[in-house]
């Protein structure tokens, strides 16, 4: 009988595990892609400096 109660309480709480991770994965907002300037890289050195780096100024980005 012992044995039994404490098998059920874990089966319960695994159970109440899988329910809440399911929620949390649910609730979850999308990130925005570009978001406060993370979609592109601006070049920090060189004579490109403070430029967004794209083909223009990328020689080895294929299209």
Do not use: C, P, W
């Amino acid at each position: 009988m012992r044995d039994k109660k404490f098998l059920y309480e874990h089966s319960n709480n695994l159970v109440e595990k899988i329910k809440e991770r399911s929620l949390f994965k649910t609730q979850r907002k999308a990130v925005e892609a570009g978001a406060h300037g993370t979609l592109d890289y601006i070049i920090k050195k060189g004579t490109n400096k403070d430029r967004i780096a794209d083909e223009k100024i990328l020689k080895s980005r294929k299209k």
